[in-house]
């Protein structure tokens, strides 16, 4: 199992209201406003409810983001959980 491989944590996965799909997709954490940061990060697996998020570099995430997709679809999201480079969101609203 390499760091691109998704991990699967049955406490976790118990917790879900959905399953959710495997994934390979690029993305952008920002967060901060007009003079806000942004974060490259991997999404792992994806749902209709959130996602599993990998990043390069251990980085201080607020609770609250916009996860930025590649094809540009924006959502609001709150982090569920976070181990270092591992991060669960959950969506908090719609695509914009």
């Not at 991997?42 to 570099?57: D, F, P, R, Y």
């Not at 930025?68 to 908090?92: A, K, P």
């Amino acid at each position: 199992m390499n760091a691109l491989t998704p991990k699967f944590d049955v406490s976790r996965a118990d917790q879900r209201k959905e399953t959710r799909a495997s994934v390979l997709k690029s993305a952008k954490i920002v967060f901060g406003g007009s003079w806000g940061a942004v974060v490259d990060c991997l999404v792992l697996n994806l749902s209709a409810q959130g996602a599993h998020l990998e990043t390069i570099l251990t980085v201080d995430i607020p609770e609250t983001f916009c996860l930025r997709f590649s094809d540009g679809t924006q959502l609001q999201v709150r982090q569920r959980w976070n181990s270092g480079h591992q991060i669960g969101v959950e969506f908090t609203d719609s695509a914009m």
